[in-house]
């Protein structure tokens, strides 16, 4: 009889533990605030206004998330090294900052279907000679450190053993480099590289063509261990592109054609 109380009761102990551990997902709502990491050096998907006050792809996005939690957004200016730190160290709640889905990060973060697609494309100084990819080789270029952008254009300077590969904190450094001089070329995704060169704020630069790097699918993502946050999320990336809210958005910030979400051959 002992031995069966004392059985009873560590399971209804073990019961009420796991009872009390609420997922981040309840945590959030509970809490009133969505705190979304977002890259606001990166337009159109981020940046900020003439009042300062943060606007593009990425901020409407968590702001639709918000609103779907019946919650306010916060939204934390994270630069591109910094996304998944502030994740870990809970300085915010899930990244809406174009981050690419890579098997290395899935190590520590929980990654959702993809919400976004990026091709890329080579911004060059006039000048340079640069008028295609090939022309890179043999210069000094340069890209933000830790994109998948910056992995592929180092991956190529060292198969071609000519140039230099500069990494930069943001990509501000890096337009900034490139129009002083300091760089040749960078890759990009196209957006960026349309905008940046549109906005006028770094003279002497220009699109050249596009990057021969694969699509670059990015997702949202939380701590892979919040199954229930995960979920939801997913679930909310499927009601963006269902509900046309995805091509509304893709018209408001960016234009043109857009982009397919499913991987050819990999899943519909």
Not at 77 to 95: H, K, N, Q, Y
Not at 153 to 171: A, C, D, M, S, V
Not at 178 to 199: E, F, H, K, R, W
Not at 204 to 217: L, Q, R
Request: net charge negative.
């Amino acid at each position: 009889m002992k031995l069966t109380l004392a059985t009873a009761s560590l399971l209804a102990a073990g019961c009420l533990a796991t009872a009390a551990h609420a997922d981040k997902l309840d945590d959030i709502i509970a809490s009133g605030t969505l705190r979304c990491a977002v890259v606001l050096d990166f337009p159109p998907m981020g940046s900020r206004d003439a009042d300062n006050n943060p606007i593009g792809f990425d901020v409407d996005y968590c702001n639709d998330l918000a609103a779907a939690l019946g919650v306010e957004a916060e939204i934390v200016e994270t630069p591109f090294p910094e996304r998944i730190p502030a994740l870990m160290s809970g300085r915010v709640d899930v990244g809406v900052a174009s981050t690419s889905d890579t098997l290395e990060r899935a190590k520590t973060v929980g990654f959702t279907i993809p919400y976004f697609a990026f091709e890329m494309a080579v911004t060059a100084r006039d000048g340079s000679g640069i008028a295609a990819f090939e022309d890179m080789k043999g210069h000094t270029v340069g890209a933000t450190a830790g994109t998948y952008e910056a992995i592929a254009l180092e991956g190529f300077i060292k198969e071609w053993g000519e140039g230099e590969f500069r990494p930069y904190q943001t990509q501000a450094d890096v337009f900034l480099a490139l129009s002083q001089g300091q760089i040749d070329a960078t890759v990009s995704t196209s957006t960026v590289a349309q905008a940046t060169v549109q906005s006028g704020n770094f003279p002497g630069i220009s699109v050249v063509g596009k990057a021969p790097f694969d699509t670059d699918y990015v997702a949202l993502f939380a701590k892979r261990d919040e199954y229930g946050l995960l979920n939801y999320l997913n679930l909310f990336v499927n009601q963006q592109i269902r509900t046309g809210r995805y091509d509304e958005l893709y018209e408001k910030w960016v234009g043109g054609d857009v982009p397919s979400l499913i991987v050819p051959n990999a899943y519909r």
